[in-house]
């Protein structure tokens, strides 16, 4: 190893970035900073669906986390075309492909989003990804591409599982931070960030 260059699980120092690691590490940064400056939960998934969308150049992202009944999971964030749509819709975790993509803990892509349960979606390509951060599955991240368009690429599918891995520990300290705060006489837990579970060797 030769001019000073150090790996680590962020990639390796020096190396020149493609257009695509840095717009999921500016996107990974833009939460991290929501989260230091003690944004709430609900506009994280927001931001999160928001930064998603624009990554996959997708008309519509998507979140979906466990609901209250330990069987189902509930579309709580939806940006971008036809979010009204699902906005709110819970669906059963075995028979569908966001309940696949949890429960598998492995990411789920398709051409067309034929799913029972998705059927007020247009028929365009899918990415559901679990929102992983090796201990737990928080909810599941999804993208939907336009009607005809061609599926996602190993690229963007691999930037897409990163950028869900360190949005699902941002998640888990935006959640913790709230705790704090509901409760300020409580210890304070000192948390550290590792690197992305799809990022280390």
Do not use: K, Y
């Amino acid at each position: 190893m030769t001019g000073g260059e150090q790996p680590s699980g962020w990639g390796r120092a020096g190396t020149p970035r493609r257009p695509e690691d840095r717009q999921r590490l500016a996107a990974s940064f833009d939460l991290m900073t929501a989260v230091l400056n003690g944004t709430r939960l609900p506009d994280m998934l927001a931001l999160l669906a928001t930064h998603a969308r624009a990554m996959a150049r997708v008309p519509l992202a998507f979140i979906a986390l466990p609901a209250e009944d330990p069987d189902t999971l509930r579309v709580e964030v939806a940006i971008g075309a036809g979010g009204d749509r699902i906005r709110g819709l819970t669906v059963r975790r075995g028979r569908s492909m966001l309940g696949r993509a949890f429960s598998s803990r492995r990411a789920v892509s398709a051409r067309i989003a034929a799913d029972q349960t998705l059927t007020s979606l247009p028929a365009g390509p899918i990415l559901i990804l679990p929102l992983e951060t090796g201990e737990a599955t928080r909810g599941v991240l999804a993208v939907l591409g336009r009607p005809g368009a061609q599926p996602f690429s190993p690229v963007t599918a691999r930037q897409m599982l990163l950028f869900a891995d360190m949005s699902a520990r941002l998640i888990e300290l935006s959640e913790a931070h709230s705790a704090d705060e509901a409760e300020p006489g409580r210890p304070h837990v000192v948390r550290t960030l590792p690197p992305p579970r799809s990022a280390q060797a």
